[in-house]
């Protein structure tokens, strides 16, 4: 059986902040199973982009969005329940500990969030991913970023990926979970 491949993206910002994804991703948007949008899409036309990306798309409201998406999603892949949510919910941004917090009370092994503009992997007492903005849009603290996205691979109890950031060219930097503190007997329906 193949790895099972997540595209997890957000803070597209389009058309406000920025015009486009950038060109150079395009190429590694394909072939993915499932797409994750963490929020800040402000416009349809990304949720309809991601469509086409993928069967399975799973997004989430941020801040500047007047779509109408939830706050948060779970789904589950393989073994591991994963949940979303854009992350303004947490002050200052990007708090670990209350995205830990986040996780525990949603009861995920990896939580997805965004809304920092900068990407952030982190292996605590939870999995924390942020694919940063991808369009490298400025973000609340008035900075503009490096675009970047993350591409998550789950093949039984495997779980890694890899983080893009385009910095005048494409860079890829691996990332691969050796333990995960895992929840005992969750449930979730295969559709949340």
Known sequence: MAAMRILIFGDTHIPERAKEIPEEFKKYLEGSDIVVITGDLTSERILRFAERLAEKVIAVRGNMDHLPLPH??????????????????????????????????????????GHTHLPDIYFGKKILLNPGSMTGVWGGGAFSTKPSFIILEVEGEKIGGTLYRLDKEVVGEKFLVKEINRLADKKVADDD
């Open 72 to 113: 948060s999603a779970k789904f589950r892949v393989e073994g591991y329940l994963i949940g979303v949510v854009h992350g303004h919910q947490v002050y200052p941004r990007g708090n670990r500990e209350q995205l830990e917090d986040i996780a525990v009370e949603m009861d995920v092994d990896v939580l997805i969030s």
